[in-house]
């Protein structure tokens, strides 16, 4: 009796005192041990996480969500002890793997939640708390730009912290979308209706530092290893107070979790590569987000391709997450019954993006039993349910409820406002003089759906302004900066500048071949047109310097794509996640500077040899090095506002182009005044003027007329240099800005 009582004292409003709680625990001592890692929380949240008898639903009682400042000093403190006893790489690591041992104990020791289980986990100190949200939304329409289509109609209903509520529907249910919604991704759509954070009418992107969202596609990086791809998230993501130790212990922790222990080293692969399997670059698509310790978590079919012990893996891992409070939100395609069981909640959508049930799922059947559809035994439900909305199963007659009523009859059932057209539609299925057929219905009720007939000319100016409108949201949505919430300080621009550089270079040492093929390519273009082209003393090596521009700038140019359109995926998924993008650019420019510098020393160590100019290699290196600058960025804005295709295009016909037109020197005077803002007239007369500076004494006539002939002055040989660096420099700043600007989030 008076263990009994002092239980329920825990669990009232009234706090128990010190003793009476050692009573419970059977400690004779009242004492408190620091530990290292009894206060690894980022945001003191404090849960108090109880299971009740009849559905074993989670409580949760949080603190005020906006006081960082009494929380930073604990933890600033607990951080500068922690790294005073843990400095070696090896203590570090030691420091996780105990934890992770500590954190498999307790798990097991919590599965059979007996009496002292509870007790244990409600005054555990040491459990890791995060912020919560929880997320409501009210008469949720989505409706398509353009064509007026509704995506999603009148969705209510609410998502928890601690709990993982599954998506399911038919194909074309808007499952999604909705997911799309409620992240704050949907482009291209009108969204209506009302969306709570937290029960405020605030943006989602305010809390965007602790929100993961997890790709239907697998965007990872295929030349890094699926460790240091979590780790890049980790490093980047995570608070920039958090001790490395702790970290580790996140990295760790997802790694083990996600049973990805045996392939962390492994490359995970590209399309020309092979690298790990399907199954476990899903997996590692999921940890890049788990890495992050977000609040809520959205994922788009993570269970896709996935084999059913995979599956389960990572149920488990969500599951885990739970229970420190964070709201999972995922989309699912027909789950196994094990799997279904280790859903909290359900979201059914019929065709049209309208609810059919949304609420605990262990008691869909029951909701559906009440409508007089049951399950048929050895029948998995999920699959049974997705079966009726699709139309491929009928409803007995007894029920009475068509696949098509459903959505309606979910509406009365909680009260929900029914659309007008939609109840007029109820009320004459409810006739029992009608005999209303399925397909007719359908018609019926989703009349708002079907498209009127229209001309040609208007189809194409409807898909014209939806374009427009969707690149107008786009826009938009990338300079959306809303207020910070999420209380979470990453690193800042510096920082990541570091971690990308360490990225990106380990992504250039195993493209090692590629940079090979490259070097040697300007090798041979260097000897070809070394041997073929002598610099005449008529000309000073006009037409030998003419061909260098055109093969150097083409074939820097296709190099350089490369930075920028082979992970521009990776890129708006980082940059979606508030990664910074000044730090991405300017990386990958860091980088490439090692080829700006390095190629005029390569196609110069034979092209110099073999045409032997009057000028000295310096002079060619400098006018070299600065022409490889400019059309490095030009480059760069090819990749960045062209597909693949188109972008190697004009990096091919551009330099050819520019150069015929740089190269006429009897034309029209729009021809020429053309010419003056071509990057290779620059070059060539930089070429030129430092080729004709070597001639002295009776050569200085024909210096003079040759210069004449060209319209070159000598005096201008800086000026050129400082010109190509100045394009070089505002094509990159052009790139950069359409990189932030017309990014897909």
């Not at 300007?522 to 030998?544: E, H, M, P, R, V």
């Not at 296709?558 to 980082?574: C, G, M, N, P, V």
Request: proline share 4%; aromatic share 10%.
């Amino acid at each position: 009796m008076q263990l009994s009582s002092q239980f329920s004292g825990r669990f009232s409003k009234r706090s128990p005192s010190d003793l009476d709680m050692a009573k419970i625990l059977n400690r004779t001592e009242i004492e408190e041990t620091p530990t290292h890692d009894s206060k690894r929380t980022e945001l003191g949240h404090h849960l108090d996480i109880a299971y009740t008898k009849d559905d074993d639903q989670i409580s949760i009682a949080s603190s005020d969500y906006s006081e960082p400042a009494k929380r930073n000093t604990k933890k600033n403190k607990n951080t500068k002890e922690k790294e005073k006893d843990i400095n070696t790489h090896s203590q570090i690591f030691k420091y996780a793997y105990s934890q992770l041992e500590k954190e498999k104990a307790q798990q097991q020791q919590n599965k059979n939640l007996t009496f002292s289980g509870v007790i244990s986990m409600a005054t555990d100190k040491d459990t890791k708390k995060r912020p919560l949200i929880e997320i409501d939304f009210r008469d949720l329409t989505v409706t398509l730009k353009g064509k007026r289509k509704n995506i999603l109609r009148s969705v209510n209903g609410k998502i928890k912290p601690g709990r993982i509520t599954a998506i399911m529907g038919p194909s074309g249910a808007g499952k999604t979308t909705f997911l799309s919604a409620i992240a704050g991704k949907a482009v291209g759509c009108t969204v209506n209706g009302t969306i709570l954070i937290n029960g405020k009418s605030v943006s989602i992107h305010s809390y965007r530092k602790i929100i993961g969202f997890v790709p239907q596609d697998d965007i990872v990086h295929g030349n890094l290893t699926v460790e240091e791809n979590l780790w890049f998230s980790a490093r980047c993501r995570l608070s920039a107070d958090l001790p490395k130790p702790d970290k580790v212990l996140v990295v760790e922790r997802v790694i083990d979790s996600l049973g990805l222990q045996t392939i962390r080293g492994s490359v995970v692969g590209t399309v020309e590569k092979r690298g790990i399997s399907g199954g476990q670059r899903k997996r590692v698509n999921v940890g890049i987000e788990l890495v992050m310790e977000p609040s809520l978590l959205f994922l788009d079919e993570p269970t896709s391709g996935l084999d059913s012990s995979s599956s389960q893996l990572l149920l488990r891992s969500l599951r885990r997450e739970a229970l420190e409070g964070v709201n999972i939100c995922m989309v699912v395609h027909q789950p196994s019954y094990a799997l279904f069981q280790m859903f909290d909640d359900l979201i059914l959508l019929a065709k049209g993006g309208l609810t059919v049930y949304h609420g605990p799922a262990k008691k869909v059947e029951e909701y559906f039993t009440s409508l007089g559809i049951n399950v048929p035994d050895r029948v998995n439900p999920p699959d049974y349910f997705i079966d009726i909305l699709e139309g491929m199963i009928r409803t007995s007659s007894s029920s009475g409820v068509g696949y098509t009523e459903l959505p309606v009859r979910w509406m009365m059932h909680n009260g929900y406002p029914i659309p007008h057209d939609m109840r007029i539609n109820t009320e004459e299925s409810l006739t029992p003089t009608v005999n209303m057929d399925n397909e007719n219905a359908d018609d019926r009720v989703f009349s708002d759906s079907a498209v009127e007939e229209k001309s040609f000319a208007g189809e194409v100016w409807q898909d014209v302004k939806a374009n427009v409108e969707k690149k107008r949201d786009r826009i938009r949505h990338n300079f959306l900066r809303p207020t910070d919430l999420s209380y979470r300080r990453t690193p800042n621009v510096f920082l990541q500048y570091k971690y990308f550089l360490g990225r990106v270079g380990k992504q250039r040492m195993r493209e090692a071949k590629t940079q090979a093929m490259d070097y040697l390519i300007l090798l041979i273009a260097g000897a070809c047109l070394g041997s073929l082209t002598k610099a005449s003393d008529q000309n000073f090596g006009y037409g030998a310097y003419t061909y260098t521009i055109i093969a150097v700038s083409l074939l820097c140019k296709i190099a350089a794509l490369r930075s920028f359109s082979l992970d521009k995926l990776q890129y708006w998924r980082e940059s979606a996640s508030g990664i910074s993008s000044l730090a991405h650019f300017v990386s990958k420019d860091t980088v490439d500077l090692f080829n700006t510098i390095i190629k005029p020393v390569v196609y110069l160590s034979m092209f110099y040899f073999f045409s032997n100019p009057k000028s000295s290699f310096a002079y060619n290196y400098a006018v070299l090095l600065c022409l490889v600058y400019c059309v490095t960025g030009i480059a760069y804005a090819l990749a960045i506002f062209l597909d693949p295709g188109p972008s190697q295009l004009f990096s091919v016909l551009l330099p050819v182009v520019l150069t015929l037109v740089s190269t006429q020197n009897h034309t029209s005077s729009f021809v020429k005044d053309l010419s003056n803002f071509c990057y290779p007239k620059w070059a060539l007369e930089a070429f030129v003027i430092g080729n004709s500076e070597r001639y002295y004494g009776v050569w200085l006539l024909t210096r003079c007329g040759a210069l004449l002939r060209f319209g070159y002055n000598v005096h201008n040989w800086a000026l050129r240099l400082s010109f190509l660096l100045l394009t070089g420099l505002a094509f990159r700043a052009v790139a950069f800005i359409g990189m932030v600007t017309l990014q897909k989030k």
